[in-house]
């Protein structure tokens, strides 16, 4: 029999809308992917360059376990230079992707009924995180109109002799949500331990996005090469932990993990130290397709009351053409129109009745969503609202 904490853990919806999209591609269906937060780019050439140059040297074996020294120096060079810090090497531990490094964050932070404060919604796994190690997550819930940006005085009201961290992401997944400069001051300063998820910075749009660090040395940064450098599944990431933390991690990491990919690293390490002509082309077709996707959901009655300036995901609000149940809305489209969307219940209550968009995907493709999309609205028209 499993055991009760593998039981209780939630699935992560998104990747059932994505199987299930999958299974309909194998039985001869087109299905038009907007579900999964995962670039459909290629990995930039110089980066797979330096992997298959680090195979052939023969760098294949285990690293040291905060990660190879260079690849270490090189992010705390990153950080410094973009952020203007004072950040060591000393205080980088390179992880398997950031969910890697959330897991050692928050080992290193929880006893049992500690207390981290999220968003409503947040990152649909968040909260799953916090409870596997048998903390309490506690919501702050976030509203469409304010851009979905957390507020610090709610989150004062929920700090307790228990709170252990306010986990921050942005820009944020699911709703593409930049914090500004005066909140995330605020947010240093509000006393707890700060976990910032920075793994979309690099993807906005008209605007710079912020450091936790620049406000706070009582920070722990989650970043990584996944997203701006289309490396998913190259499973690369890293912490910057304030430094009496680091051992504590390191020996999580040398139990659990041993090290990261060795030959991961050595790509890692490209990103950060080489030009890539690649990167700024992705950004400037992200935009293109961010603004294709807003007008698009606008136009279809979607509700977007400000625009995501940031990552690549539109969370739509459903509820003016009736949705009640995000959940039997996004299989229904997925079913009856073969658009993949993400349903907002997975990422908190405060997101039911919307949906999430990821525009990760081609341009031709997100154009010929829309078509479907306005069909299977018409056809729930006909039969008299979609009732879901």
């Not at 949906?355 to 995907?361: E, I, K, V």
Request: hydrophobic share 40%.
């Amino acid at each position: 029999m499993a055991s009760i904490r593998s039981e209780r853990i939630p699935p992560f919806i998104v990747m059932d809308v994505l199987e299930r999209a999958k299974e309909l591609e194998r039985a001869g269906e087109e299905v038009v992917h907007l579900e999964i937060g995962e670039p459909d780019f290629d990995t930039p050439q110089k980066i797979r360059e330096a992997a298959i140059a680090a195979i052939e040297r023969g760098e294949t074996h285990y690293t040291h376990s905060l990660g190879i020294l260079p690849l270490r120096e090189a992010i705390a060079d990153h950080y410094n230079t973009r952020y203007g810090l004072s950040v060591s090497s000393n205080q980088v531990i390179v992880t398997m992707g950031t969910s890697h490094g959330l897991l050692l964050t928050l080992c290193s932070l929880l006893d049992p009924g500690d207390e981290v404060i999220l968003s409503n919604p947040c990152y649909a796994c968040y909260p799953n995180f916090v409870r596997y190690l048998e903390g309490q997550p506690m919501f702050v819930p976030v509203c469409a109109e304010e851009g979905f940006a957390f507020q610090p005085p709610s989150i004062q009201e929920k700090i307790s002799p228990r709170t252990k961290a306010v986990l921050i992401n942005s820009p944020s997944n699911p709703t593409g949500n930049v914090l500004a400069t005066d909140i995330l001051q605020s947010i240093g300063q509000l006393g707890p331990y700060v976990i910032s998820d920075e793994i979309y910075h690099g993807l906005v749009y008209g605007e710079r996005e912020h450091s936790i660090l620049e406000f706070t040395d009582r920070a722990f940064v989650l970043n990584g090469f996944s997203k701006l450098y289309a490396m998913t599944g190259w499973r690369l990431g890293y912490i910057i932990a304030p430094p009496g933390f680091v051992r504590p991690m390191q020996k999580s990491q040398q139990n659990l993990f041993i090290c990261a990919s060795s030959v991961s690293q050595w790509a890692g390490l490209a990103a950060l130290t080489e030009d890539h002509s690649e990167i700024p082309q992705m950004i400037a077709t992200y935009d293109r397709r961010r603004k294709v996707m807003i007008k698009g959901l606008r136009d279809l009655g979607f509700g977007v009351a400000v625009e995501p300036t940031g990552a690549f995901y539109v969370l739509a609000d459903a509820r003016g053409i009736g949705c009640t149940d995000s959940y039997r809305l996004a299989f229904d489209i997925l079913e009856k129109a073969k658009v993949a969307v993400a349903p907002g219940i997975d990422f908190g209550t405060n997101a039911e009745g919307f949906l999430r968009f990821s525009y990760a995907n081609s341009l031709e493709n997100i154009e010929k969503a829309f078509p479907r999309l306005e069909a299977y609205l018409q056809s729930c028209d006909s039969a008299g609202g979609i009732a879901l």
